[in-house]
C-alpha cells in the first residue's frame, strides 16, 4: 500500500463522509420543517 493511493483513499471516504453527513442534515431540516407545519 504506498502512500498516494493511502492518501486518495483517506480522501475518498472524507468525501464520501461528508456527502453522507450532509445528506442526513437535509433530511433531519426537512422533517423538521414538515412536522412544525402538520403541527399547526
Same mark, same amino acid.
Given at each position: 500500500?504506498?502512500?498516494?493511493?493511502?492518501?486518495?483513499?483517506? &480522501?475518498?471516504? #472524507? %468525501?464520501?463522509?461528508?456527502?453522507?453527513?450532509?445528506?442526513?442534515? &437535509?433530511?433531519? #431540516? %426537512?422533517?423538521?420543517?414538515?412536522?412544525?407545519?402538520?403541527?399547526?
Amino acid at each position: 500500500m504506498n502512500l498516494k493511493n493511502f492518501i486518495k483513499n483517506r &480522501k475518498g471516504k #472524507f %468525501l464520501v463522509t461528508k456527502r453522507l453527513s450532509g445528506y442526513l442534515f &437535509k433530511e433531519s #431540516f %426537512l422533517n423538521y420543517i414538515t412536522n412544525c407545519f402538520i403541527r399547526y
